[in-house]
């Protein structure tokens, strides 16, 4: 079983519209939790943390649920420039980063 | 405020030749500092993780190696390059701790023929 699994999409949203990703993860233990954007060949960069208790940036939000061992990432009004990879990030421990394959999202005009 | 710094941006080497890439981060002091590897319509595969000077951790077993001569300086390298060994190489860096994301750099993009 992979460690960090996503939905690949594509996710073909217009304007305006709400779109959330999920993201499962295999080791219960894990600790920490992130979402990345990836723009077209180049370096992924870090969007935000998940914490425990959800958290919100703007338009985005962030929530983990522990039990079903998943992690979502909301995007609320999409812009045409929301239009990237979304890559979910789970750390086990340490120094261990699991990256999944990335969730694509075009936004339409 | 941190930068961190990857070179070459673009590569192209033929098969058997020696590879060196290098990462340098600016603005921190004893970062984590991190090599992954992104192949075509893959994830990120993370090759070696260093937390301090000369200590390297290896993740995956192949013909690459990695060494950290300076502590914001991480150095990739490969001695005979394979054809699989094409892809995006990228560094991070992140302070030690829970909760602590990664930052990358702009990373390698790197075609072995």
């Known amino acids: 079983r992979k460690e960090v699994e996503q939905d690949p999409g594509p996710f073909n949203v217009p304007e305006g519209a709400t779109v959330a990703f999920n993201c499962t993860y295999s080791n219960s233990a894990s600790q920490s939790f992130f979402w990345y954007r990836q723009d077209c060949r180049k370096e992924p960069k870090l969007l935000m943390s998940?914490?425990?208790s959800g958290n919100e940036d703007g338009r985005f939000t962030a929530q983990l649920n522990r039990a079903s061992q998943y992690i979502s990432l909301l995007i609320r009004d999409s812009k045409l420039s929301d239009s990237a990879t979304y890559l979910c990030?789970?750390?086990?421990?340490?120094?261990?980063?699991?990256f999944g394959t990335g969730t694509s999202l075009t936004v339409i005009p | 405020s941190q930068t961190i710094h990857q070179w070459p941006a673009t590569l192209v080497q033929p098969v058997g030749s020696p590879l060196s890439l290098e990462c340098t981060v600016e603005g921190t002091s004893n970062p984590n500092l991190y090599w992954y590897r992104q192949a075509a319509g893959r994830g990120l595969q993370l090759l070696f993780y260093s937390i301090g000077i000369d200590q390297i951790s290896s993740e995956v077993p192949q013909n690459l190696s990695a060494s950290r001569p300076q502590d914001r300086q991480f150095i990739l390298s490969s001695k005979k390059l394979l054809l699989s060994d094409s892809g995006f190489y990228l560094c991070?860096?992140?302070?030690?701790?829970?909760?602590?994301?990664?930052?990358f750099g702009p990373g390698t993009r790197l075609t072995v023929t």
């Open positions: 990030v789970v750390n086990p421990s340490g120094n261990q980063f699991y």
């Open positions: 991070a860096w992140r302070r030690d701790g829970i909760g602590v994301g990664q930052y």
């Open positions: 998940v914490y425990s």
